[in-house]
């Protein structure tokens, strides 16, 4: 399998699509036959997803946002996860 | 089988909201499939449900915490209203998923489904071919299946290809596969025959051997890994051939609800057979209470329901029993076993079925296709 790059630019797949719901008070993305429940962190890094931001640029976003460091890997890792779960393409 | 795990949950822990809302909007359908598993007798036009009734169970299952609404039949496109009941569900942010034959799917209706807000379109296919596809659907389809399916990939939707699997088709599959990915589907199901209504009435006709189901599983299994992550196909059990029951439904009223034409809410497509249960209407009760509170819906939750052998069972929490409809259709009694199990005393009905897919000949001579007035 390809290894996902830093300057790739992912997008929400768009077989999917992302959803607050409001019943519930969870995140989720909808699949055509699945649902999936997403925490918050799935959440924030999928939000970024838009085809138009580079990985890198969404590492930056979300250490900006929740005033974190060194979560390169982690972001790495989910984006890959996600990839593989059909929820993004890149 | 796989992913059954040995550990006990008890989901009665609370009613939890449903996911996902089948609506079936009519029972007409310029197809009559072989393995149709709407009931023998259905609906008829003027028993239908209005728009304003539809638009309005939209609304309350969005408040339900509905995120999912497949729009089925019979044939959804038969309904001029269809668009207008996709714009409230994206006014609302339900995902919306068209599941149709594709026959009345022009340019025009298609860009009015696309403007509406469709999220995903479900295309049905019988075969490889035109010949076959006209013993399976009783109509002169196929040529118009493939140009539709061309206005589809064309426009750019996302979109799946469904195709029932059964005796007729299966040593085909190959051929099957190729053509769902040149017909440019993103996903593709391979869904094998479930036998209920007029599915149940062809069974004869439908059911495949042993052989057909191992060599048909092993091409699917070799042409996923050809695929990888480029496609995704998905195989759909036969549950005949299958040592323990599916968790129908994900579970009698755990996971979603299913409205036919005349507005009866069931919770799984094939449940208005058990004439033991007597099923609410959406035009007389709110699908609120129907889900939480109907006697329809809390019959089969939980497991106080259960005999011998569900009532001990470690498994009873991950199949629920099985199928509730099969058990009623088969044995007669919807709070049996799921007669596919192997502890089910109803078992030997199943593999005496099955025993018979080695001898018999000219099966086409069996075939009933519905009589429609």
């Known amino acids: ?90 | 089988m796989d992913g059954l795990q040995s550990k006990e949950k008890n989901p009665l822990s609370g009613i939890a909201p449903p996911y996902a809302l089948l609506a079936e909007l009519t029972h007409s359908c310029p197809l009559h499939c072989l393995y149709c598993s709407n009931p023998i007798n259905l609906v008829k036009k003027e028993k239908e449900l209005s728009t304003s009734h539809w638009l309005n169970i939209i609304e309350q299952a969005s408040d339900l915490g509905i995120m999912q609404m497949h729009f089925s039949g019979g044939e959804p496109l038969i309904r001029t209203d269809l668009e207008q009941l996709i714009n409230k569900t994206r006014d609302l942010n339900i995902y919306s998923n068209l599941i149709t034959s594709g026959i009345g799917l022009t340019q025009n209706r298609l860009s009015n489904l696309i403007t509406s807000g469709i999220n995903h379109i479900q295309l049905s296919i019988q075969s490889h071919e035109a010949v076959s596809t006209k013993v399976i659907t009783n109509s002169e389809c196929f040529q118009a299946k493939q140009s539709i399916a061309s206005l589809i990939k064309e426009s750019q939707l996302p979109f799946t290809i469904n195709i029932v699997l059964h005796a007729l088709n299966l040593d085909n599959i190959e051929e099957i596969i190729e053509m769902c990915i040149s017909w440019g589907a993103h996903r593709i199901e391979l869904a094998n025959t479930q036998y209920y209504g007029f599915a149940l009435a062809n069974q004869s006709v439908l059911l495949p051997n042993k052989l057909q189901i191992e060599k048909a599983f092993a091409i699917y299994q070799r042409k996923k890994q050809e695929y990888g992550n480029k496609i995704e196909i998905i195989w759909v059990i036969p549950d005949y051939f299958e040592e323990y029951p599916k968790p129908c439904m994900g579970g009698w009223g755990l996971i979603q609800l299913t409205i036919t034409p005349a507005g009866q809410v069931l919770p799984c497509p094939a449940a208005s057979i058990i004439s033991s249960i007597s099923f609410e209407n959406v035009r007389e009760k709110s699908l609120d209470w129907i889900w939480y509170e109907s006697s329809s819906f809390n019959i089969f939750r939980g497991d106080m329901w259960m005999k011998e052998p569900c009532k001990s069972c470690i498994y009873r929490f991950d199949d629920y029993g099985g199928c509730r409809c099969q058990a009623f259709a088969i044995t007669g009694s919807a709070s049996n076993t799921d007669p596919v199990c192997k502890y089910s005393p109803y078992r030997p009905l199943i593999d005496n079925a099955i025993s018979t897919t080695n001898s018999r000949e000219n099966i086409l001579a069996n075939i009933k296709y519905r009589n429609l007035d």
């Open chain 1, 1 to 90: 399998m390809q290894t996902t790059k830093s300057n790739s630019k992912p997008n929400i797949n768009k077989l999917a699509k992302l959803k607050y719901d409001e019943t519930r008070n969870l995140n989720f993305i909808l699949l055509p036959e699945k649902i999936v429940k997403l925490n918050g962190t799935a959440n924030a890094i999928l939000s970024l997803c838009d085809g138009t931001k580079t990985i890198s640029e969404i590492i930056e976003l979300l250490e900006k946002k929740f005033s974190v460091d060194a979560i390169e890997k982690d972001v790495m890792d989910f984006i890959s996860d996600a990839k593989n779960h059909g929820w993004i393409t890149i």
